[in-house]
């Protein structure tokens, strides 16, 4: 057993209150709803991920009868947003891929498996359109996730910092610097010191997507907020957000499944 206090396996009545009335629906999805307790938290919430995983975020000393309550009273809640999340779902995608597309730059790389033994290393050879991700070693699908993951951060780097530099030049604002991560459910932020942190994720979105998104983050270095001036000072700079910002909110559709499962 884990000595971590945030890891907590939650009694099966909890459960029962997620699966009651649509176990069928959940098991057919391959979801598990998760309760995990943490320490920062200071009330109960829940949280409906884009995956359609449902999480409920438990302060250390709640009750199980006030968890209990939380989850009933926002059952009506939590079924409407894992619909509507299944219904966004894309297929079940066979691993390992044959092809990684990155929309934002139009690239795709082949992905080839040269087999041999020992520890699983991924080299990148060429340039797309004839890219290849070469593989070798023992192909175990947890090492090749990890492989593709640490891949795909090393070009989200190399692809969305220019790009960051390149529009904060053009809208005149200056930023500190840029933070890559691979986030669940954050296209982007902003810091109060002027740090830029994108999802690598938006690689798998359009390149006019990605350019809103980055000037929207590079808006909040003057306006830490989205107040109508910020939202002045981001249409200023790209008339079209609105329709991009819709298209953002359904981009992990795009996002592979290689990028966040574990198994």
């Known amino acids: 057993m884990s000595n971590d206090p ?4 939650p009694p099966q009545f909890e459960l029962d209150l997620f699966m009651a009335g649509a176990p069928e629906r959940a098991d057919a ?3 598990a709803p998760r309760i995990r307790v943490s320490r920062r938290a ?7 991920y884009p995956d359609a995983r449902v999480e409920v975020v438990v302060p250390p000393r709640a009750r199980a009868r006030e968890v209990e309550r939380f989850i009933a009273t926002h059952r009506e809640w939590i079924d409407s947003k894992q619909s509507a999340a299944l219904a966004r779902r894309p297929a079940p995608e066979v691993f390992p891929p044959a092809v990684v597309t990155l929309s934002s730059s139009a690239e795709s790389w082949k992905l080839h498996l040269a087999g041999g033994t020992g520890r699983l290393r991924l080299v990148q050879t ?18 090749l996730r990890a492989a593709l993951r640490s891949w795909l951060l090393r070009m989200a780097r190399q692809r969305l910092e220019p790009r960051v530099a390149a529009l904060a030049a053009r809208c005149g604002v200056r930023y500190a610097k840029v933070a890559i991560r691979r986030q669940r459910s954050r296209w982007g932020s902003c810091s109060v010191r002027g740090t830029i942190s994108l999802n690598a994720c ?4 359009r390149p006019e997507v990605v350019d809103y998104l980055i000037i929207h983050e590079l808006m909040h270095v003057k306006h830490m907020n989205h107040s109508a001036r910020f939202w002045r000072a981001v249409e200023a700079h790209c008339a079209d957000w609105r329709s991009l910002d819709r298209e953002l909110l359904q981009g992990w559709r795009h996002v592979p499944h290689w990028v966040f499962c574990e198994s």
């Open 6 to 9: 945030t890891d907590y396996q």
């Open 29 to 31: 999805a391959g979801l």
């Open 42 to 48: 200071r009330r109960l919430s829940v949280r409906v």
């Open 126 to 143: 060429g340039e797309p359109p004839a890219g290849i991700l070469r593989v070798s070693g023992v192909p175990a699908p947890a090492a």
């Open 202 to 205: 938006l690689l798998f979105q």
